[in-house]
């Protein structure tokens, strides 16, 4: 079982930038890719960006790409979500997981999301 713990979630501005953390009690987190979905109310799961088990290798969604960063520290257990130029339609709720399949937008472990919300 991997428990997942994302934090950095608040309410922000349109253009202002915001980091995304989510810890991993698990030393096998280094074993693990990862990804970031997001999830407003009254819509489907979006997948954001993900990363390979070493970082080596990242992809991201069309709609944030040029904007959102993913990285990870495996080291440290932890996966990061830089955001920059933020826009409303970023509102959401974040979530880590782990071991995801994108294709079928789901994953083996799931954080329990953190509040992204961005002011017009």
């Known amino acids: 079982q991997v428990q997942l713990v994302e934090t950095g979630g608040r309410l922000v501005q349109a253009g202002d930038s915001l980091n995304l953390s989510c810890g991993a009690c698990?030393?096998?987190?280094?074993?693990?890719?990862m990804a970031w979905f997001r999830q407003s109310p009254g819509k489907e799961r979006e997948f954001v960006a993900s990363i390979s088990w070493s970082g080596a290798n990242a992809y991201s969604h069309d709609s944030v790409q040029g904007r959102f960063t993913i990285s990870r520290d495996n080291t440290k257990n932890r996966l990061y979500l830089r955001m920059n130029s933020l826009i409303p339609a970023d509102t959401a709720d974040y979530y880590c997981a782990a071991r995801p399949d994108i294709g079928r937008m789901t994953a083996d472990y799931w954080g329990q999301g953190t509040q992204v919300t961005v002011s017009s």
């Open positions: 698990e030393d096998t987190f280094g074993d693990y890719a």
